[in-house]
Nanobody, 120 residues
Framework: VQLVESGGGSVQAGESLRLPCEYS?????MGWFRQAPGKEREGVAI???????RYADSVKGRFTISKDNAQNTLYLQLNSLKSEDTAMYYC???????????????????WGQGTQVTVS
């Protein structure tokens, strides 16, 4: 299983970014996580193979997770960015049709290398 993120960068508060993650498998639970300096990695959004989604309270209404199975790409649309969204963002996957583990880090067996998002 290979996960390759891209799309990170430096933006001003209030602006938007879209993070793509190319994957090599289908019918997996997939998600986006982030880790800020000095903080633990936390869940941002997850999507199961039926398209059901779940979001962290801190990003509800601002971020959207989606999948394009034809392109084998997972997306995270980040709108109305805030300085507290600054972090390394990671794509993750688990060989499970449903995201039964929620945002639990140990549930996800596959991780990308991360892409940096900086909001000033």
């Amino acid at each position: 299983v290979q996960l390759v993120e891209s799309g990170g960068g430096s933006v001003q508060a209030g602006e938007s970014l879209r993070l793509p993650c190319e994957y090599s498998q289908s019918r997996y639970c997939m998600g986006w996580f982030r880790q800020a300096p000095g903080k633990e990695r936390e869940g941002v959004a997850i999507i199961d193979s039926d398209g059901r989604t779940r979001y962290a309270d801190s990003v509800k209404g601002r971020f959207t997770i989606s999948k394009d199975n034809a392109q084998n790409t997972l997306y995270l649309q980040l709108n109305s960015l805030k300085s507290e969204d600054t972090a390394m963002y990671y794509c993750a996957a688990q060989r499970s049709t449903y995201c039964s583990g929620g945002f639990r880090l140990g549930f996800f067996g596959y991780w990308g290398q991360g892409t940096q998002v900086t909001v000033s």
